[in-house]
């Protein structure tokens, strides 16, 4: 990518399912308008268009028309564009690679890796290049913890031969979500993010997180397969990448959504209103092919988020793919738990009842049938999974090697007070 910072089109390609090459699916521009506001612009092309295997990249907001799309929302960025382009975390691995006074938003998605959340990439020419296979190595994770604590204190990344190689290649993952330090790597079953405590922790994040996921597993949510790796004295957490299938002629991508382009929103807090699990449950009546089970396992989810108080649910730790040409929920991602003061209230990051972001379980009973729930149904799933989180999340995490001093400074996140408190009318 050899584009000078501030550009204002490229080209975006996509690889339709079951394939592992780009094709091109059309052109976005984002210029200012008369008064300086961004407006981007994004058309499919003709070839594009007559391809019968051809699907839309947003099947709500960019359907598969001739039709010139517009937008002033997100600056500019429609929403499944921005899915493919890089989170916090990403953005500073990128200004720090780039070495340039001010990058554009055009230009952080043409930085952004090959290997970018989803089926999506971007560049300058009309014929997409050749997907990039070149992965850093899970015998490669000791240099990349070195890389990511530099980055992290604002550092030049370390001098040496391979200081340039081992830069590009952190850059593959900056498209993964969220904003601790993560890289792509790849080992003979595929690819996976890896996730590394940062030096200033109070806890063991990575298998706090680890043992998350297997507690949301055991109490029957789909989520991604995940598992500790230790380097030196420095645990990793590594989650398989669920938009990517291996196969021996590469990989197959999925098109993936994030919740915040799902319910038409931005991530932030002037544009709360539209955080809801309510919502999201409605939207994916509209994008879901099986849209009842994937609404019934958001509920689970939901009510699972607010017994560990994983207050960090936002709308971007959501997501829909499409590994054919039908949409579901993605498996879940993300699952951590926080240490909120108030024993009575806490809230999530997301709307979940009549009494709003309320973790509380008739905060959730009360919208129950927006989920395709009866309220016995509902109700069962409340109890089934507050009695087998307090009875077993201890269990778990030492089992998954969370230190005792970490098991009891996270133990109030767990099924706290207020998820059982009668809720006041505010």
């Not at 604002?154 to 190689?165: L, S």
């Not at 029957?220 to 002629?249: H, M, P, W, Y």
């Not at 009360?366 to 409340?382: G, K, M, N, W, Y």
């Not at 009891?408 to 706290?416: D, V």
Request: hydrophobic share 35%.
């Amino acid at each position: 990518m050899t584009s000078k910072p501030g550009a204002s089109e490229c080209f975006v390609y996509i690889m339709l399912p079951g394939t592992n090459s780009f094709v091109t699916a059309g052109r976005f521009v984002l210029e200012p308008d008369r008064t300086g506001v961004p407006v981007g612009r994004f058309v499919y092309g003709k070839s594009y268009l007559d391809n019968p295997d051809a699907v839309p990249i947003d099947p709500i907001e960019l359907k598969l028309t001739g039709t010139t799309y517009q937008t002033t929302a997100l600056k500019g960025v429609f929403g499944a564009l921005r899915d493919a382009g890089p989170d916090y975390w990403g953005r500073r691995v990128i200004e720090k690679h780039a070495g340039l006074p001010q990058l554009g938003e055009i230009d952080y998605l043409l930085y952004a890796p090959d290997d970018r959340a989803g089926a999506l990439g971007f560049g300058l020419g009309a014929k997409p290049p050749a997907p990039q296979r070149k992965f850093n190595k899970t015998v490669g994770l000791e240099k990349l913890i070195g890389l990511a604590d530099a980055i992290i204190d604002g550092e030049d990344v370390p001098d040496g031969p391979e200081a340039g190689q081992v830069e590009d290649l952190m850059l593959i993952g900056t498209s993964m979500g969220g904003a601790r330090p993560k890289a792509v790597v790849e080992d003979d079953e595929g690819l996976w993010i890896a996730k590394f405590n940062r030096p200033d922790d109070k806890w063991n994040y990575a298998r706090v997180e680890h043992a998350m996921l297997e507690l949301a597993r055991a109490c029957g949510l789909q989520t991604a397969q995940s598992r500790i790796v230790s380097v030196g004295d420095r645990d990793v957490l590594l989650v398989k990448r669920f938009d990517r299938e291996r196969t021996d002629q590469g990989y197959l991508r999925a098109r993936m959504m994030s919740g915040l382009t799902i319910l038409r929103t931005e991530d932030t807090h002037q544009h709360r209103d539209r955080w809801s699990y309510v919502l999201l449950a409605e939207e994916l009546r509209r994008l879901s092919a099986q849209p009842k089970d994937d609404a019934r396992e958001l509920f689970t989810r939901m009510v699972f988020n607010a017994l560990i108080s994983n207050t960090d649910d936002h709308p971007r730790n959501h997501a829909a793919i499409a590994r054919e040409k039908d949409w579901r929920l993605s498996p879940a991602y993300d699952l951590t738990p926080s240490m909120p003061i108030s024993e009575e209230r806490r809230d999530l990051a997301m709307t979940c009842g009549d009494y709003g972001r309320y973790a509380n379980a008739e905060n959730m009973l009360s919208q129950a049938a927006r989920f395709h729930l009866t309220p016995d149904e509902a109700t069962v799933i409340i109890d089934g999974m507050e009695e087998q989180i307090k009875a077993t999340w201890y269990e778990t995490a030492r089992r998954e090697g969370v230190p005792e001093a970490h098991c009891e400074a996270i133990s109030t996140a767990f099924a706290y007070p207020g998820f059982r408190l009668k809720p006041q009318e505010s």
